[in-house]
Every structure is written in C-alpha cells, then in structure tokens.
C-alpha cells in the first residue's frame, strides 16, 4: 500500500505540475553555449533559441533558456524537478527518443569533419577511417553508425569537452580529423580569438556524415508533453529556416 500511496502521490505532482505550468505560460528550458545555435551571449541567444522563442510566442508562451555545461543541461532537463521541462538543441538518437519526447525539428545543420588543408582526408565509408585517430566532444550524439562503431571500438575517438579544442589538436597536427558542425566550425575560426590564426590552416572536410535535423527533448511528464504541443504547435506557425538564416552568414 504504501508503494501504491507513492505512485499516486507522484502522479498528483505530476499533475499539479502541469497545471501550474500551463497556467504560468513559461516555458523553461536548458541549453549550453554551442554559437551560432545557443549561447547566453549570442544575439536572441543564438539560431535555435531564436527559433524556440518564436515558436513559443507564436501560442502566447514566453520562453526561459538557463546555459549550463552540456552534460549538466541534459542532467538538470532530465529531473522532473528542476523547474524545466527539457533541453536543446539536440540530434535525434535511439538513446535520447527513449528518454525524452523530441519536438518537430527546430533546425539542421551539416555534421561532418574538420581537418588540415595541407592534409585533406579522403574516405567514402567510416570503415575507411578506423586507422585514423578523430577528436569528438564528450557526451555529444554524432550519428548512430559513427556512434556504433566508436562504442564497439571500430573507431580511435579522442573525446575532449568542447569542439575548440578540437580545432586546436586538429590545426596543430595532434589529430587529423575532429567531427564538428560546419556553422560551429565557421562561427569558431571567425570569433574565438585563440583559433582567429589558425583559421587559414583548417577546412571543412569534403564529406558530410549527415545534415542533421536538430530538436528539443523535452521530458516525458505531462508538464514536458505539453510543452511540446505548445512548440510544435508553435513551429507550424513560424518560418524556423528564415529565423536561423541570419546566424549562418
């Protein structure tokens, strides 16, 4: 009984919750700096923030983005209890849809490789790359092959905690690959002022590993359930690709 009691409890909460939020019209999420997509400093925070907003305003809702480090974003969105209701933006993976429930896409952009110009890498399958030693960001989605193969040990990945640091390994000829988003990269060379530089010495690779559709996930309770009709909802009535062009040029 006093399991049953629980459960029941945690089920009214859940419900108040919801209830609580609908009626604050706040819509209350986590995100990392990640320029040009989000980032506290970013003008309208950033491409995907800006598109979240207008959806969100598009149904009468205001939207309340908290940056945190990558991994503590996804934390904090995954406790029912934190006061948010998910976290963005994100790729589409097996893992991350069986946890939380993803938005209709708020975005794209093109997943691919950073590498030398003096040293250009020609591949047309990853099974072509297992010799080749390639940076990732730690606890970043990639794509379910690259993802695979990594976790099976097919692939030699260098994780780190941030893609300039992998453009620092990649231009100073410590790795030959580090997968990045094109934007990220561009967004990068032409700001952060410790790889202004080195921008000459590095070029996007030839080869896309996919164009990748970007999400909110947001958490399977009903207070995130609702938030999501809200947003996509709201997405249908807004322009998300002419709202991010500005941040890509």
Same mark, same amino acid.
């Given at each position: 009984?006093?399991?049953?009691?629980?459960?029941?409890?945690?089920?009214?909460?859940? %419900?108040?919750?919801?209830?609580?939020?609908?009626?604050?019209?706040?819509?209350?999420?986590?995100?990392?700096?990640?320029?040009?997509?989000?980032?506290?400093?970013?003008?309208?925070?950033?491409?995907?923030?800006?598109?979240?907003? #207008? %959806?969100?305003?598009?149904?009468?809702?205001?939207?309340?983005?908290? =940056?945190?480090?990558?991994?503590?974003?996804?934390a904090v969105a995954s406790d029912a209890s934190s006061g948010v209701v998910g976290y963005f933006p994100e790729y589409h993976s097996d893992d991350v849809a069986a946890r939380f429930l993803l938005s209709d896409p708020i975005g794209s952009g093109p997943l691919g490789f950073a590498e030398r110009r003096s040293a250009p890498v020609a591949w047309s399958s990853l099974a072509d790359l297992k010799a080749v030693a390639i940076g990732t960001v730690r606890d970043y989605v990639n794509t379910a092959e690259f993802d695979g193969m990594a976790a099976a040990?097919?692939?030699?990945?260098?994780?780190? !905690?941030?893609? #300039?640091? !992998?453009?620092?390994?990649v231009a100073g000829g410590r790795l030959p690959l580090a997968v990045i988003d094109r934007n990220v990269m561009g967004y990068l060379l032409a700001n952060d002022a410790g790889l202004k530089a080195q921008a000459g010495e590095l070029q996007f690779n030839a080869r896309l590993l996919e164009d990748k559709q970007l999400y909110i996930a947001f958490q399977r309770t009903p207070?995130?359930?609702?938030? #999501?009709?809200?947003? !996509?909802?709201?997405?249908?009535?807004?322009?998300?690709? #002419?709202?991010?062009?500005? =941040?890509?040029?």
């Open positions: 009984m006093s399991m049953l009691r629980s459960i029941v409890l945690a089920l009214v909460l859940s %419900a108040v919750s919801a209830q609580a939020w609908s009626q604050d019209k706040v819509i209350r999420l986590t995100s990392l700096d990640w320029p040009p997509y989000s980032g506290e400093k970013l003008d309208q925070q950033g491409a995907s923030v800006a598109v979240a907003r #207008a %959806a969100a305003e598009a149904m009468g809702y205001t939207l309340e983005v908290r =940056f945190l480090p990558w991994a503590r974003a996804v040990g097919e692939l030699k990945v260098e994780p780190v !905690n941030d893609d #300039a640091t !992998n453009l620092r390994k207070a995130g359930q609702e938030a #999501a009709r809200v947003v !996509n909802e709201g997405l249908k009535k807004i322009d998300p690709a #002419a709202i991010a062009a500005p =941040f890509f040029d």
